[in-house]
């Protein structure tokens, strides 16, 4: 996972926060689901578009957690999310950091 | 159990988070958990006036006290709820990409459009249907082009035609998904005096699913909140009531555009009601734009046309005296006249019961129509 790589919700995926659930429905979905609370997390992590480490950095500081140990999780929940359709990488053509 | 106990708390929920005026009767409400019996009524009337999405935001931050298991079941009542407005939405998506394929302008109606314009979270306006606007003359094609993808249609109009020169919508069935095809936005004068064109040549837009999807513009929206609150229903239903003050609330009404459009099509009067039954129903001190239509003084002809939406239990018999009388030319209220009074045998069929001759029906529709004009002189 490159740091370079801003990930966003994707945008046709319909959703809904129900408590502190987020339910979503994505295009091919034949029903909608639940995001398990870490997804759901990330997911309003990413109500603007996000960089990996500015997601780390961001998680870490609000769960009092070390940054490598959250960015493994991070990379984990991304990933699965990416899988799934909910999460698009968009790569980023700004120098990281800049 | 204890009705009022319900009934304020339902109040309570659909004025959450919008500028109260402390009603007396409200005083105290929600500050300890309703007991059982309060509880079933209260989620009951919750689910009928879809306000609990409402509910959930009321009882996280502690205006509605609830205990933990009742916590737990509002949540999974509007888990639910959300799920098939997603599935309502997917719907809304696949309706529209068909008719603008055929080339067809369609407007969102209600529903999604309002929850994702006007409420600060689209999970407090829950929905049950999809609601679409097509102009008139595309009207019969957009049924067609529904029921080629797959929708099913379930309204007879009474004569071939006479909702596109007389009604308000066609209803589809897709899955266990109710469609509506609107070709205005009111039953009765009111789509005589709205102007349908001026819908789509104002029309705003919101994302969707990763596509724009076409609504009314904020004013239309605004004014159509207050029809359907009160013309739709007598007593008017709290969630439409909602729909208009979160309305105002978004703060994107042009109030120029907004009192040409209500002064022209004669909805001063609806939009004060509005105002009214805001105050009295949510207990909410209505915004400037709402309170602005306070002192509206409406036609003899807005004032009747009113009243035969308001009449308790009011049916399309008594909308149906108020058309002929504002149908302009002589025509067109023939035609109508006929329609209602001569329908065709699967429209009688379907409103007058299935047994029986032909002239068997048209006497049970004739006397059904006579009821109604009586109790009409009669102000019953």
């Given at each position: 996972?490159?740091?370079?790589?801003?990930?966003?919700?994707a945008p046709a995926v319909l959703w809904r926060r129900v408590g502190n659930e987020i339910l979503v429905l994505a295009?091919?979905?034949?029903?909608?689901?639940?995001?398990?609370?870490?997804?759901?997390?990330?997911?309003?992590?990413?109500?603007?578009?996000?960089?990996?480490?500015?997601?780390?950095?961001?998680?870490?500081?609000?769960?009092?957690?070390?940054?490598?140990?959250?960015?493994?999780?991070?990379?984990?929940?991304l990933r699965e999310l990416e899988r799934s359709g909910m999460v698009v990488v968009e790569e980023s053509v700004e120098?990281?950091?800049? | 159990?204890?009705?009022?106990?319900?009934?304020?708390?339902?109040?309570?929920?659909?004025?959450?988070?919008?500028?109260?005026?402390?009603?007396?009767?409200?005083?105290?409400?929600?500050?300890?958990?309703?007991?059982?019996?309060?509880?079933?009524?209260?989620?009951?009337?919750?689910?009928?006036?879809?306000?609990?999405?409402?509910?959930?935001?009321?009882?996280?931050?502690?205006?509605?006290?609830?205990?933990?298991?009742?916590?737990?079941?509002?949540?999974?009542?509007?888990?639910?709820?959300?799920?098939?407005?997603?599935?309502?939405?997917?719907?809304?998506?696949?309706?529209?990409?068909?008719?603008?394929?055929?080339?067809?302008?369609?407007?969102?109606?209600?529903?999604?459009?309002?929850?994702?314009?006007?409420?600060?979270?689209?999970?407090?306006?829950?929905?049950?249907?999809?609601?679409?606007?097509?102009?008139?003359?595309?009207?019969?094609?957009?049924?067609?082009?529904?029921?080629?993808?797959?929708?099913?249609?379930?309204?007879?109009?009474?004569?071939?035609?006479?909702?596109?020169?007389?009604?308000?919508?066609?209803?589809?069935?897709?899955?266990?998904?109710?469609?509506?095809?609107?070709?205005?936005?009111?039953?009765?004068?009111?789509?005589?005096?709205?102007?349908?064109?001026?819908?789509?040549?104002?029309?705003?837009?919101?994302?969707?699913?990763?596509?724009?999807?076409?609504?009314?513009?904020?004013?239309?929206?605004?004014?159509?909140?207050?029809?359907?609150?009160?013309?739709?229903?007598?007593?008017?239903?709290?969630?439409?009531?909602?729909?208009?003050?979160?309305?105002?609330?978004?703060?994107?009404?042009?109030?120029?555009?907004?009192?040409?459009?209500?002064?022209?099509?004669?909805?001063?009067?609806?939009?004060?009601?509005?105002?009214?039954?805001?105050?009295?129903?949510?207990?909410?001190?209505?915004?400037?734009?709402?309170?602005?239509?306070?002192?509206?003084?409406?036609?003899?002809?807005?004032?009747?046309?009113?009243?035969?939406?308001?009449?308790?239990?009011?049916?399309?018999?008594?909308?149906?005296?108020?058309?002929?009388?504002?149908?302009?030319?002589?025509?067109?209220?023939?035609?109508?006249?006929?329609?209602?009074?001569?329908?065709?045998?699967?429209?009688?069929?379907?409103?007058?019961?299935?047994?029986?001759?032909?002239?068997?029906?048209?006497?049970?529709?004739?006397?059904?129509?006579?009821?109604?004009?009586?109790?009409?002189?009669?102000?019953?």
């Amino acid at each position: 996972m490159s740091d370079r790589s801003r990930y966003a919700r994707a945008p046709a995926v319909l959703w809904r926060r129900v408590g502190n659930e987020i339910l979503v429905l994505a295009p091919e979905a034949p029903s909608p689901s639940s995001l398990s609370p870490a997804a759901a997390i990330v997911w309003d992590e990413l109500e603007t578009p996000s960089r990996l480490d500015e997601m780390t950095d961001s998680l870490a500081s609000a769960f009092d957690r070390d940054p490598s140990d959250m960015r493994a999780d991070l990379e984990g929940i991304l990933r699965e999310l990416e899988r799934s359709g909910m999460v698009v990488v968009e790569e980023s053509v700004e120098a990281s950091g800049g | 159990m204890d009705e009022h106990v319900s009934e304020r708390l339902t109040r309570l929920v659909a004025g959450h988070g919008l500028k109260r005026r402390n009603a007396a009767d409200l005083d105290g409400v929600g500050s300890e958990p309703p007991g059982e019996a309060d509880w079933l009524l209260l989620r009951s009337r919750l689910l009928s006036a879809r306000l609990t999405g409402l509910a959930v935001a009321a009882s996280a931050e502690g205006i509605l006290s609830l205990t933990q298991s009742q916590e737990a079941e509002l949540l999974e009542q509007q888990r639910t709820r959300m799920a098939r407005v997603l599935v309502l939405e997917r719907t809304l998506l696949t309706v529209t990409a068909e008719l603008e394929r055929a080339a067809i302008p369609v407007l969102a109606l209600k529903g999604s459009s309002f929850a994702h314009t006007a409420y600060p979270d689209p999970s407090w306006r829950d929905f049950d249907d999809v609601d679409v606007l097509v102009p008139t003359n595309d009207f019969a094609r957009a049924g067609r082009v529904l029921v080629e993808a797959g929708c099913n249609a379930t309204t007879v109009a009474p004569r071939p035609g006479f909702v596109e020169r007389f009604g308000k919508a066609g209803v589809f069935r897709k899955d266990v998904f109710e469609i509506d095809l609107h070709r205005t936005l009111m039953l009765g004068p009111y789509s005589i005096w709205v102007d349908a064109e001026r819908l789509f040549a104002e029309r705003s837009t919101f994302p969707l699913g990763g596509r724009i999807i076409s609504c009314l513009s904020p004013e239309h929206r605004f004014i159509h909140a207050c029809m359907h609150s009160i013309l739709g229903a007598n007593p008017p239903l709290l969630l439409p009531l909602r729909d208009a003050a979160e309305i105002e609330r978004a703060g994107d009404i042009d109030m120029d555009a907004l009192a040409r459009d209500a002064r022209a099509w004669r909805v001063e009067s609806v939009i004060a009601l509005a105002a009214q039954e805001v105050r009295e129903r949510l207990d909410i001190e209505p915004g400037p734009i709402l309170g602005a239509f306070d002192t509206v003084r409406p036609s003899r002809l807005e004032r009747k046309a009113v009243r035969a939406y308001l009449e308790v239990g009011h049916s399309g018999g008594r909308t149906s005296s108020s058309m002929i009388r504002v149908l302009p030319g002589v025509r067109p209220k023939l035609a109508y006249l006929r329609a209602i009074v001569l329908p065709d045998e699967d429209f009688l069929v379907r409103h007058t019961g299935g047994s029986g001759s032909k002239w068997r029906g048209y006497a049970r529709r004739w006397r059904q129509l006579f009821r109604t004009f009586r109790n009409r002189r009669r102000g019953v």
